[in-house]
T-cell receptor, first 124, second 110 residues
Framework: QVQLVQSGTEVRKPGASVKVSCKTSGYTFSDYTIHWVRQASGQGLEWMGWIHTGNGNAVYSQKFQGRVTLTRDTSTSTTYMQLSSLTSEDTAIYLC???????FGSGVVWLDPWGQGTLVTISS | QSVLTQPPSVSGAPGQRVTISCTGSGADIGAGFDVHWYQQLPGRVPKVLIYNNNNRPSGVPDRFSGSRSGTSASLAISGLQPEDEGDYYCHSYDATLHGMFGGGTKLTVL
C-alpha cells in the first residue's frame, strides 16, 4: 500500500535550519507530486509548497519563499523540506502529502495519503 | 495569495444536519478550481472527505456531501454522530498553482 513515512522530531535554535524527510513506498515515486503543509499547535493547516518528483520543479507559498527548499532523491523515493532562518513561529508539525491522482498536472488535485507528521520545535 | 474563509466553529445535536461554508475569490474557487474537504480528528492527520467539489472517496459515508457555486463551496454533514466531532478544512488552488486551505472549522456535536 502507499505509505509516506517522515523523519523524527527535531529541535533547533532560532536562526538555524531544519531538514525533514518524507520517504514514500508502494507506488512509482516520480509519478506523483508531493506537497508540504504545516500545522502549529491548535492552529489550522498552512500550505507550504509542492515538488514535482519527476522533474524536481517546485512551487512555494509566498509566505515561505526564500526560506523553504523542497528537494527529492529519486534513488530512495524520498522528498525533503528544508526551512531556514527559523524562529519560534516555525514551531509546528510538518506534514508531507501526496497528490491523490496523477495526469492532471501538479497543483490541482486533492491530497491523499499523508505522512504521519514531524514535530519541529524552535527553542533557545 | 488567495485565502479561503471558513466559520471558526459549527455545532449540532446528534442526528441533525450542519453545513460548513468555504468562501474564496475569483482567483481560486471562482476561477473554476475544484474544492476538496478534509476531516481532521483529534490527534490525527487530515483525511480527505470530499474531492473535486462533490465526490466521496470509497469508505466515506453518504452523510457527507459537498457542493460548489460561484466563489464558494459547502460541506454538509447530515445525521450528525458523536464521532464526527473534529476539524474540517477546505482546500483549493489558484491560477499560479499555489495551494491554499481554509482556516478550519471546529465541529462540536452537542
Amino acid at each position: 500500500q502507499v505509505q509516506l513515512v517522515q523523519s523524527g522530531t527535531e529541535v533547533r535554535k532560532p536562526g538555524a535550519s531544519v531538514k525533514v524527510s518524507c520517504k514514500t513506498s508502494g507506488y512509482t515515486f516520480s509519478d506523483y507530486t508531493i506537497h508540504w503543509v504545516r500545522q502549529a499547535s491548535g492552529q489550522g493547516l498552512e500550505w507550504m509548497g509542492w515538488i514535482h518528483t519527476g522533474n524536481g520543479n517546485a512551487v512555494y507559498s509566498q509566505k515561505f519563499q526564500g526560506r523553504v527548499t523542497l528537494t527529492r532523491d529519486t534513488s530512495t523515493s524520498t522528498t525533503y523540506m528544508q526551512l531556514s532562518s527559523l524562529t519560534s513561529e516555525d514551531t509546528a508539525i510538518y506534514l508531507c502529502a501526496r497528490e491523490a491522482v496523477n495526469g492532471f498536472g501538479s497543483g490541482v488535485v486533492w491530497l491523499d495519503p499523508w505522512g504521519q507528521g514531524t514535530l519541529v520545535t524552535i527553542s533557545s | 495569495q488567495s485565502v479561503l474563509t471558513q466559520p471558526p466553529s459549527v455545532s449540532g445535536a446528534p442526528g441533525q444536519r450542519v453545513t460548513i461554508s468555504c468562501t474564496g475569490s475569483g482567483a481560486d474557487i471562482g476561477a473554476g478550481f475544484d474544492v476538496h474537504w478534509y476531516q481532521q480528528l483529534p490527534g490525527r492527520v487530515p483525511k480527505v472527505l470530499i474531492y473535486n467539489n462533490n465526490n466521496r472517496p470509497s469508505g466515506v459515508p453518504d452523510r457527507f456531501s459537498g457542493s460548489r457555486s460561484g466563489t464558494s463551496a459547502s460541506l454538509a454533514i447530515s445525521g450528525l454522530q458523536p464521532e464526527d466531532e473534529g476539524d474540517y478544512y477546505c482546500h483549493s488552488y489558484d491560477a499560479t498553482l499555489h495551494g491554499m486551505f481554509g482556516g478550519g472549522t471546529k465541529l462540536t456535536v452537542l
